[in-house]
Structures are given as C-alpha cells and as structure tokens.
C-alpha cells in the first residue's frame, strides 16, 4: 500500500505563502496523475489542483492564478506552491491520486490568520 506523507502547512498571514510537498513510498507515484485536495472544517474534502504524469495541471477555480501544482517524479514527491493565501485558504491539505485509489494521509494544516 501506498503511504503519502504530506508537510510545509503552517500558519501563515493573508497575502503570504506556503509550498506543500508530499512523498509517496512507492514508484508507482511516476505513472499516476496526483491531486492536492483541501478539507476545512465541517465541509467535505475538495479538489485544489491535479497535474497529469506528463505535467498537464488543472486548479479549482477558487486556486487559479494563486497555486501551482508540480512533481518531481524522480523522488515520488508532488508540490504545491500558494501565493496571496487567503483566510478561507485554511484547511488541512492532502495529496492523493487523482482517483484516490490511496489511503489518505494525515495532511498538513494550513491556517490563514492575521
């Protein structure tokens, strides 16, 4: 099975930024498309961003000119960069595959506050 080990959260001021990574145990990372995804509290997790195994990327719309999805699949770990975070930026974030075919991780917590 596949672990996926998130880190980079923090807290952080409006306007700031933060870069998540998140490494998988496995190789198998290299041939699938990966995904960060956002869970605030009592809502349902959500889709930020996916970047395929070539790096084709597509974000959320509330992500769109703020984030940016990468990988490097030479170290099975894939990133996220957020610029001009947001207070409702905050969240605990996980990466999975984009068909999340993974057992979740334990996420990173990103909390957006003055």
């Known amino acids: 099975q596949v672990q996926l080990v998130e880190s980079g959260g923090g807290l952080v001021q409006p306007g700031g930024s933060l870069r998540l990574s998140c490494v998988a145990s496995?190789?198998?990372?290299?041939?699938?498309?990966m995904a960060w995804y956002r869970q605030a509290p009592g809502e349902q997790r959500q889709l930020v961003a996916s970047?395929?195994?070539?790096?084709?990327?597509n974000y959320a719309d509330s992500a769109k000119g703020r984030f940016t999805i990468s990988r490097d699949n030479a170290k099975n770990t894939v990133f996220l960069q957020m610029n001009s975070l947001k207070p409702e930026d905050t969240a605990v974030y996980y990466c999975?595959?984009?068909?999340?075919?993974?057992?979740w991780g334990q996420g990173t917590q990103v909390t957006v506050s003055a």
């Open positions: 496995e190789i198998i990372f290299r041939f699938v498309a």
């Open positions: 970047i395929t195994i070539p790096g084709i990327t």
């Open positions: 999975n595959a984009m068909d999340q075919r993974w057992a």
